[in-house]
């Protein structure tokens, strides 16, 4: 799996616009971005994954890089509940594969 | 929405007792998998099971842990004899059989304290 680079925290004022980063330089063609985050010790939540278009669902957008090295996480209008770890994992399409998770970022909404 | 679900919520132990923790993964999900998140570090894989065998496992599953799915509806994790290093959050996760990547999905998770 290739290994993602990521902020170990950031701050995002609520009902703003929170852009959270992550590098994955050593991506390879058949791994797809994945974002899960983590609230409180809850399990994991998926959030959004994408290989090489932008996606966007009713949670978050994803923007990938052209050269697919990096993406950005944006959840448009934050609120105090997407206060969570952020992870952004590397991962291939195949049936069984693991998910590594790093440490992502601690992502906390401001009032 | 369907969901993954497990119980117990909360498990409390005395070392060196057996544990067994279950889940019930999405329906109609054919890959699943076992994780765990000690209080304070990363979650971390243990486990993937596929086709009534294991498909992968981490060095933390020694033969203290053993999984198995006994019917067509739960996917239990044992450790047969917990260590007080076993105390952690434990994750069941499942994948189903779509295309564009497989989106692994997780229970709520049970707490696990060895003492």
């Known amino acids: 799996d290739a290994k993602t680079t990521q902020p170990p925290s950031m701050d995002c004022a609520e009902g703003r616009a929170a852009n959270l980063p992550c590098n994955h330089s050593t991506i390879s063609g058949n791994e797809y971005v994945y974002w899960y985050r983590q609230i409180h010790s809850q399990g994991p939540q998926y959030i959004i994954h994408g290989l090489k278009n932008n996606e966007t669902n009713e949670m978050a957008s994803l923007i990938i890089t052209e050269d697919r090295k990096s993406s950005t996480l944006i959840l448009p209008h934050a609120t105090l509940r997407d206060t969570a770890v952020y992870y952004c994992i590397a991962s291939s399409n195949f049936g069984n594969e693991k998910l590594t998770f790093g440490t992502g970022t601690r992502l906390t909404i401001i009032p | 929405e369907p969901e993954v679900t497990q119980t117990p919520s909360h498990q409390v132990t005395q070392m060196g007792q057996e544990v067994i923790l279950r889940c019930v993964p999405i329906s109609n999900h054919l890959y699943f998998y076992w994780y765990r998140q000690i209080l304070g570090q990363k979650v971390e894989f243990l486990v993937s099971f596929y086709n009534n065998e294991i498909s992968e496992k981490s060095e933390i599953f020694d033969d203290q842990f053993s999984v198995e799915r006994p019917d067509g509806s739960n996917f239990t994790l044992k450790i047969r004899s917990t260590k007080l290093e076993d105390s952690a959050m434990y994750f069941c996760?499942?994948?189903?059989?779509?295309?564009?990547?497989?989106?692994?999905?997780f229970g709520p998770g049970t707490r696990l304290l060895v003492l």
């Open positions: 996760a499942s994948t189903g059989p779509g295309q564009g990547g497989k989106t692994q999905y």
